[in-house]
C-alpha cells in the first residue's frame, strides 16, 4: 500500500476500539525498529526502540501529561546524555536536579531576577565574580559580605563576625573605630624582639621604628592611632635628663651653723662630659629644673678642717640637700655627716655623698640647694678642671 491521506475539514484517524489492547504505530525500519503505541497496560503514550510495546521507551507521557525520559544515559558533554537540545531551553517553574550541574563554558553565567541585576561569572583560572557592589547575603539583607568598592571588601553582620580561626595573619593597617577587648593572652616583646610587617617583607625581619610609624591603643574603649613621637611621653625610654655641676675653687666657711654653696658653680665642662636633655640652671646657689617629674639629686662635697691655715678638731660636718615647694621656704630632706677629731698635723680631708628623689610637679615653685652644717669653720674645696665638690641632677620618671 502507498500513501495515505485523509481529507476533509476535521479529518481523524483512530486506531484502537476502547478495548483492552495495544493500539501501535509501528516504524518497521531497516536497522531499526521505532513504535509509538498507546500501552494499555500502564495508560501511558509511548515512543520507543523495537517493535514491542513497552520495551527500550524513550519518551512516556501520563494521564497527568508528566513527560518521562527513562533513559539512563550519562552526560559528559553538551551533546551528550538521554535528552540535548542544539538551542536554549526555557523552564517556566522550579527547576530540580538530582545531580551535579556543570556550566562547562568559560566566562559563563548564572543570572537572577526578573531583569538579571545579579549575576554570578566564572572567571576562569580564579573563580566566581559577583557583580557590580551586590551583596552575598547570610540569614538576612543585615549579614553580608559584599566588594562595596573596586578596592574594599565589606563584611556586615548584625551583632558580630566571628572568626574561629586558631590564627589569624593581618599584613596591612588595621584600623579600629569601635571597642577592642582582648580575651586570651596579651603577647608583649622587647625592643630587639619587636618584628612587624615592613613594606611586606615576612615575618622576622626586623624594622627600625621612625617618627612617622603609628602606633594603635586602647584610648577608653576606642581604638584610635597615635604618632610614634608621642610614645616618649608616656613610656620611658632612657634618661631624658640628666646635668652636673661642680664647684670651681676652694671657699673658707666660718663658724658653726648652716652654710648654703651659693657660689662658685659651673656645669661640667670636661671633654668627656655633655648634659642629656635641657639641663639645669643655677641662681647663687639655687637649682631651677627644666622640666617636671620625679628627680634624683645627689651632693658630694670634699671638705676640710683647716680655715686661715689652722686645723681644728669639728665633731660633726654635715652635707644637706634643701628644698623648697613654694619658691621661698627650704628644708632639709637629705643628710649625711662626717667628723675629724684629735686632728693634728697638715690638712686633713673628708668627703660623703647623699641623695634625695625630688617630685618637682611645678618648676617655678621646686628648687633646690645644697648646704653644709659645722661645729665649727671649715673649707671647701672646688676645681674647674674635675668633680671636687659637686652635685648631679637626674630624672627618673614622670611626676
Known amino acids: ?52 510495546v513497552g520495551t527500550t521507551p524513550a519518551i512516556a507521557i501520563d494521564e497527568n501529561l508528566k513527560v518521562n525520559i527513562p533513559v539512563t544515559t550519562a552526560s559528559t558533554s553538551a551533546s551528550t546524555g538521554s535528552l540535548t537540545t542544539g538551542g536554549g531551553a526555557g523552564i517556566g517553574a522550579d527547576l530540580y536536579v538530582g545531580d551535579d550541574v556543570y556550566l562547562i563554558t568559560d566566562s559563563a553565567v548564572l543570572g537572577f531576577g526578573a531583569d538579571k541585576d545579579t549575576l554570578l561569572t566564572h572567571t576562569d583560572g580564579t573563580g566566581l565574580t559577583l557583580n557590580s557592589t551586590n551583596k552575598l547575603c547570610f540569614n538576612d539583607a543585615s549579614q553580608f559580605v559584599q566588594g562595596s568598592s573596586a578596592t574594599v571588601i565589606s563584611i556586615g553582620a548584625t551583632d558580630e563576625i566571628d572568626l574561629t580561626a586558631t590564627a589569624i595573619d593581618i599584613n ?29 617583607t615576612s615575618v622576622g625581619s626586623s624594622i627600625t621604628i621612625a617618627d612617622a610609624d603609628g602606633f594603635v591603643v586602647n584610648d577608653g574603649g576606642t581604638m584610635k592611632t597615635i604618632p610614634a613621637t608621642d610614645i616618649p611621653t608616656y613610656v620611658v625610654a632612657g634618661i631624658k635628663e640628666f646635668d652636673q655641676w661642680r664647684k670651681t675653687d676652694d671657699t673658707e666657711y666660718s663658724g658653726q651653723g648652716r652654710h648654703f654653696i651659693t657660689s662658685s658653680w659651673e656645669r661640667d665642662d670636661s671633654a668627656e662630659f655633655d648634659k642629656i636633655g635641657t639641663g639645669m640652671s643655677e641662681s647663687s646657689g639655687v637649682f631651677t629644673f627644666p622640666s617636671t617629674g620625679k628627680w634624683l639629686i645627689g651632693w658630694c662635697p670634699r671638705l676640710t678642717n683647716r680655715q686661715s691655715s689652722t686645723n681644728r678638731d669639728l665633731t660633726y660636718l654635715t652635707l644637706e640637700i634643701a628644698v623648697t615647694t613654694n619658691d621661698s621656704s627650704y628644708n632639709i630632706r637629705a643628710a649625711a655627716s662626717m667628723h675629724w677629731a684629735g686632728a693634728t698635723g697638715g690638712e686633713n680631708y673628708n668627703s660623703a655623698y647623699t641623695t634625695y628623689l625630688f617630685d618637682v610637679t611645678n618648676v617655678s615653685t621646686h628648687k633646690v640647694k645644697v648646704a653644709c652644717y659645722s661645729a665649727d669653720s671649715f673649707q671647701a674645696k672646688g676645681d674647674t678642671n674635675g668633680q671636687v665638690t659637686w652635685t648631679s641632677f637626674m630624672r627618673v620618671g614622670d611626676t
Open 1 to 52: 500500500m502507498g500513501t495515505i491521506q485523509i481529507d476533509g475539514s476535521t479529518p481523524k484517524l483512530t486506531i484502537g476500539n476502547a478495548t483492552a489492547e495495544d493500539a501501535t504505530i509501528l516504524f518497521d525500519g531497516n536497522a531499526q525498529d521505532f513504535y509509538i503505541a498507546l500501552d494499555d497496560s500502564a495508560d501511558d503514550l509511548l515512543i520507543g526502540l523495537g517493535s514491542t
Open 172 to 200: 596591612g593597617t588595621c584600623d579600629i573605630s569601635g571597642t577592642f577587648s582582648l580575651g586570651g593572652t596579651n603577647m608583649t616583646a622587647t625592643a630587639a624582639e619587636l618584628n612587624l610587617l615592613d613594606g611586606g
